[in-house]
């Protein structure tokens, strides 16, 4: 079952009451060379993740396990890794782990490199139509192997009764079990992130910087 709590002013707890539930929280990045704009954008998002995932504990209780995509080490070492890659969750899951909150490990290093050369890949434009297929089957051969890796050590950690929170991109294709409930967590700054980056992304077709 999937609710988008982000949109949902004051869920009943009842309806959610017993079980595995997790907090799905779609990863928004801001690298230091982005336009200030987007930036303002992204630390809006990040204020209203903050309220609302506080606001569903306060309803329906604490968090017991963090999962986050790319961190392949646990505790206070895979906390900095998540400072390092600037996605604003940080100060969130320093909250939560301050509290007794768990950062799991979902990423096996090895896989996760390998994902992330393919993704590079990928990304560069490759002009060869042979290449390009060798880089993009072996890109969603890995996807498939990582997909399958997170959900095992997710099904394997998130005991009965606990809840988890989930800090991954949209787009992964996760096929979670059934026994799990997913919240999705969506402050209405997701939208405006995802109109600013069509319309830069048009901007920069019609200047010629995109094929």
Known sequence: MTEELGKIEKPSASNFEGGRKLYFVPLIFAPEEAEDDYKVLVNKYWDQVQSQVTGLEIRLG???KIYHEFIPIEGNEGLKIAQELMSGAYSIMQDRMNRGAQLQIIEDKEMVTEFMDWSKCLAV??????VWKIAYDAYMEIQKKRNEYILKQIDDTLKENEIGL???REGHQLQFPSNIQILYVAP???DEIKRWLRARADELQKEGNVP
Request: aromatic share 0%; no cysteine; proline share 7%.
């Open 188 to 190: 209405p700054t997701l």
């Open 166 to 168: 989930l800090l991954m």
């Open 125 to 130: 434009g490759l002009q060869s139509t042979k």
């Open 62 to 64: 604490d968090i017991h």
